[in-house]
């Protein structure tokens, strides 16, 4: 690979990660930013469990399957993405946990040890039943590839407090459905796309391709930015702007930058292995390892995918989800004890979920081979909100009696992406970017923030 390949692949992972010493007289749009008021938290960590979790099987208990197991849901029949049968009961059993007595599925022991940290949203619900955009919708806000995801807003209103590293970084072994569009800048500069890493390895180097420069020193290195420094800026003083050649300074600068940073925090061997061993690290539980570590080091958002594809999407057998819970259960109670150890519980966000949930009936469809599974479940799912000043030990709405659909106060995907940005300190209708003639935002033209959630 010659340097200008490295140079370009770079450039199109890392993003910007800072101005410092680069054209002179620029501003640092990357530079710490203060928002509309003063925020509850200043961090994100977004656990995504990508296919689909089933709420009836995790965190929405749900007597009545198990009283009407095997028979048609009352009323009329309901339309769901793929043919549906008879209601089925959860194989598992719940039980109350903590102080406030929240009901959680057996396959979450170590979640359910920490469950008064959670916020349970049991009353969530979306727009469309396919994966395509309801990934879009959770991630960026909008159905239709093209918007800047959740991380790029984040980036771009509050900038980053480590100008070494990336301001918004995303970890999956390989790719979700979708890919790229779920971290996307969208029409915002490319230094607010997220940083794809493959979290499958545990060295750096192998983490971050290129990592080190092996033939020239860093004095040599500095040198040799310090003329091209000079070059561009000599070359913009006579033709004006040009956003791409300084994205391309800046990328050349964050790469210099990286080496001494990310050798550094990408390295879980520097945790005691008593901290290692409880996270069990998996690829899954490596990324949680990883966020911590970043958020602690001042990346201001990781979003850390289960894997690659849709894991967690089971429509023939919902029993795979406790082999899928089984991998991520002690990494997130370990995450949420760390950063309260750690300090960093109070000024982090940590959100659990999927891009929707699961039917409470059979999957019956003719397509499949166990039959007990379950389809897509748009009008009713459950998300999990820790730290950032989320009330810890209460749950919030209700699903129906079966866990079809949310009921009492529904909480839509709108209404969860204006509550975090309040978090974070921003009037979600007043974050906005200019583009095509009109103010975009992150809400689109719809959400309320769920004062109820928050302390």
Same mark, same amino acid.
């Given at each position: ?5 490295? =140079? ?7 993003? +910007?990660? *800072? ?27 977004? #656990? ?21 197991? !095997? ?6 029949? +309901? ?7 008879? #209601? ?28 008064? /940290?959670?916020?349970?949203?049991? /009353?969530? $619900? ?5 994966? !395509?955009? /309801? ?15 959740? *991380? ?12 070494? &590293? ?12 979708? !890919? ?26 192998? &983490? ?9 020193? %860093? ?7 310090? &003329? ?18 300084? !994205? %391309? ?8 930058? =990286? ?19 409880? $996270? ?10 990883? %966020? ?43 995450? +949420? ?28 469809? *003719? ?52 509550? +975090?940005?309040?978090? =974070? ?11 095509? *003639?009109?103010?975009?935002? &992150? ?11 928050? /302390?």
């Amino acid at each position: 690979m010659t340097r200008r390949d490295w =140079l370009h692949k770079l450039g199109a992972g890392f993003g +910007i990660a *800072g101005l410092q010493g680069t054209l002179q007289g620029a501003v640092n749009p990357m530079a710490p930013k203060a928002p509309h008021f003063p925020a509850k938290a200043k961090h994100v960590i977004f #656990l995504f469990l990508n296919g689909g979790i089933s709420q009836v099987d995790t965190f929405d208990p749900k007597p009545a399957l198990a009283k009407y197991d !095997g028979t048609p849901m009352p009323g009329p029949k +309901i339309k769901t993405d793929r043919a549906s049968g008879s #209601l089925m009961r959860s194989p598992w059993e719940f039980r109350k946990h903590g102080q406030s007595g929240i009901e959680v599925s057996d396959i979450f022991p170590h979640v359910a040890r920490n469950i008064d /940290s959670f916020c349970v949203i049991r /009353s969530m $619900y979306a727009d469309t039943g396919n994966h !395509g955009p /309801s990934l879009q919708l959770m991630n960026c806000g909008h159905q239709l590839p093209g918007r800047p995801s959740m *991380g790029a807003w984040v980036t771009y209103g509050l900038g980053t407090e480590n100008q070494n &590293l990336p301001g918004f970084v995303v970890l999956c072994p390989g790719f979700p459905v979708l !890919g790229s569009s779920l971290w996307s800048n969208g029409y915002m500069p490319s230094l607010y796309q997220g940083v794809h890493i493959q979290n499958s390895a545990v060295e750096p180097e192998k &983490l971050i391709h290129h990592l080190r420069n092996t033939e020239l020193s %860093a004095d040599e290195q500095r040198h040799q930015l310090s &003329l091209l420094e000079q070059i561009n800026r000599k070359y913009l003083a006579r033709t004006g702007a040009d956003t791409q050649l300084e !994205g %391309a300074v800046q990328t050349m600068e964050s790469a210099f930058r =990286l080496q001494a940073e990310a050798t550094d925090v990408f390295d879980i061997r520097k945790e005691p292995e008593k901290i290692r061993a409880r $996270y069990d690290i998996s690829d899954f539980g490596r990324g949680c390892l990883l %966020a911590l570590r970043m958020v602690e080091k001042g990346v201001r958002m990781v979003q850390v995918y289960y894997g690659n594809g849709q894991p967690w999407d089971n429509h023939d057998d919902i029993r795979v989800h406790a082999k899928l819970a089984a991998k991520v259960d002690s990494p997130i109670a370990a995450l +949420i004890e760390d950063l309260k150890a750690r300090g960093l519980f109070e000024e982090t966000i940590v959100i659990i979920g999927s891009e929707f949930g699961r039917t409470p009936m059979i999957q019956n469809s *003719g397509l499949e081979k166990l039959g007990c599974g379950r389809d897509h479940n748009v009008p009713g799912f459950t998300y999990l909100l820790a730290g950032g000043g989320f009330k810890g030990g209460t749950t919030y709405g209700a699903t129906d009696e079966f866990g079809f659909k949310a009921v009492e106060n529904k909480v839509h995907v709108h209404d969860l992406h204006a509550t +975090i940005l309040h978090q =974070l300190g921003f009037d979600h209708t007043k974050l906005t970017y200019r583009h095509a *003639g009109r103010d975009f935002r &992150l809400t689109d033209v719809h959400g309320n923030v769920v004062k109820a959630l928050v /302390s």
